[in-house]
T-cell receptor, first 114, second 115 residues
Framework: KNQVEQSPQSLIILEGKNCTLQCNYTVSPFSNLRWYKQDTGRGPVSLTIMTFSENTKSNGRYTATLDADTKQSSLHITASQLSDSASYICVVRKITGTASKLTFGTGTRLQVTL | DAGVIQSPRHEVTEMGQEVTLRCKPISGHNSLFWYRQTMMRGLELLIYFNNNVPIDDSGMPEDRFSAKMPNASFSTLKIQPSEPRDSAVYFC?????????????FGPGTRLTVL
């Protein structure tokens, strides 16, 4: 079982609508959680990073939340635009001693349509 | 800054051939990562280097895969011999080691097709 589970796998919404993507993780000990946006044919680009003490962070129309107790994060997109069509990947980092390890979710593929 | 540069962007080869993927990290970054991405498995870390030294290669699938970083501005990922199941997009990423918020910057990827 993947230690980072994302849902839904894919999503289609109309332009202008809001949507929320989910990320549940079991990675421990937790260091931080990052959301990436990956446009088709491009590499992932970081949207937000959240550490243990942060529970909400915004980046324009993107708002990420983190509940470290339940090990859940969400990415909320407000007033979606066609350019939001992409895959959104949740990545959780853990630190053990001096080493760190990233665990990637398989992503949610979002399509925004007219 | 030009960002992470990868070449080639696309590679089509026949099974059994040697494939070499190249990466130039962002100038000044001291950590470099190689990933493989497929629809089924998503992004998988293959290997990463800190200060040109391989730190963790546990993600390298087989001895057919090898990676080198001869200097701070260049890395290669080699597959020899290639197999159809190696078909994927291979990403290189770099970062500046600077604590828990250090961000990886990804290149555009190399789409590899092995026939």
């Amino acid at each position: 079982k993947n230690q980072v589970e994302q849902s839904p796998q894919s999503l289609i919404i109309l332009e202008g609508k809001n949507c929320t993507l989910q990320c549940n993780y079991t990675v421990s000990p937790f260091s931080n959680l990052r959301w990436y946006k990956q446009d088709t044919g491009r590499g992932p680009v970081s949207l937000t990073i959240m550490t243990f003490s942060e529970n909400t962070k915004s980046n324009g129309r993107y708002t990420a939340t983190l509940d470290a107790d339940t090990k859940q994060s969400s990415l909320h997109i407000t007033a979606s635009q066609l350019s939001d069509s992409a895959s959104y990947i949740c990545v959780v980092r853990k630190i053990t001693g001096t080493a760190s390890k990233l665990t990637f979710g398989t992503g949610t593929r979002l399509q925004v349509t007219l | 800054d030009a960002g992470v540069i990868q070449s080639p962007r696309h590679e089509v080869t026949e099974m059994g051939q040697e494939v070499t993927l190249r990466c130039k990290p962002i100038s000044g970054h001291n950590s470099l990562f190689w990933y493989r991405q497929t629809m089924m498995r998503g992004l998988e870390l293959l290997i990463y280097f800190n200060n040109n030294v391989p730190i963790d290669d546990s993600g390298m699938p087989e001895d057919r895969f090898s990676a080198k970083m001869p200097n701070a501005s260049f890395s290669t990922l080699k597959i020899q011999p290639s197999e159809p199941r190696d078909s994927a997009v291979y990403f290189c990423a770099s970062r500046l080691l600077a604590g828990v918020r250090d961000e990886q910057f990804f290149g555009p990827g190399t789409r590899l097709t092995v026939l």
